[in-house]
């Protein structure tokens, strides 16, 4: 049971390499959407690597704490792009 | 040894990687910010599902499968949704789409530095000035 453990956390850091790969964008973004796009990209390779880190290790409990960081990074995106607006047409 | 759920979890992590590097070369890559919204929204979304299902057939049980069920699927909704409220909300503040530049015609106009977002221009017509860079087509060197 130990190929499957180390195959999930090397795939989990080659993620959490891609991830840092993406926050380029967001610190030179011209503008803030291309700034909320690259945080929310980022966010999801989060919820990726928290599940595999979970299964990698068997612990079912961080399987919640992805759920509860995918329902964030959804808020994070539509309240900022509501808040960037500042008419509040968005969605 | 190699058990087929052993190979099955590695294949589908291997293609979930594939996916994501694809989003962030396209994220890197791409001069828009409607396109990197393209480019993450859906290759982004396809590369977790592919990773959330070798994390569920790494678990190999019934309560952590239907938890990661919720979640692939939570995912897919939400994912494409936040992009489209982000491009929308810059479609909102009159951010022009990227346009290909008059001059160029083939594939070699597409450094960073020059595609995204120019708003202060606004013409967004193609028809003025035209070419305002003059570059030579000698010139193809690394400046940018």
């Known amino acids: 049971m130990s190929l499957p453990a180390d195959a999930l956390v090397v795939g989990a850091a080659l993620f959490v390499s891609l991830a840092v790969a993406m926050l380029g964008r ?38 919640d704490v992805a759920l509860t960081y995918a329902l964030l990074n959804f808020l994070l995106s539509v309240g900022l792009s509501k808040v960037v607006v500042e008419r509040g047409g968005v969605l | 040894m ?49 990773a959330l299902s070798a994390a569920g057939v790494a678990f190999g049980e019934v309560t952590t499968t239907v938890k990661l069920g919720a979640l692939a699927v ?7 949704t936040a992009a489209h409220a982000i491009v929308r909300s810059a479609d909102d503040q009159g951010i022009d789409p990227w346009r290909r530049p008059a001059g160029a015609d083939d594939h070699e106009g597409d450094e960073s530095g020059r595609g995204p977002t120019n708003v202060e221009d606004g013409t967004a017509g193609g028809v003025g000035g035209g070419d305002g860079s003059g570059r030579q087509p000698t010139g193809e060197g690394g400046e940018s």
């Open chain 2, 74 to 80: 939570f995912l897919l909704v939400t994912s494409p």
């Open chain 1, 26 to 63: 967001a610190v030179e973004g011209p503008t803030i959407q291309d700034r909320a796009i690259a945080v929310n990209a980022v966010g999801t390779v989060t919820v990726v690597v928290i599940a595999l880190v979970g299964a990698a290790f068997d612990e079912p409990g961080f399987l």
């Open chain 2, 2 to 50: 190699a058990t087929p759920g052993t190979l099955t979890a590695v294949a589908l992590l291997v293609g979930g990687l594939a996916f994501t590097a694809v989003a962030a070369l396209g994220l890197y890559r791409l001069p828009d910010c409607y396109s990197r919204a393209h480019a993450t929204s859906k290759s982004e979304t396809l590369g977790a599902l592919l």
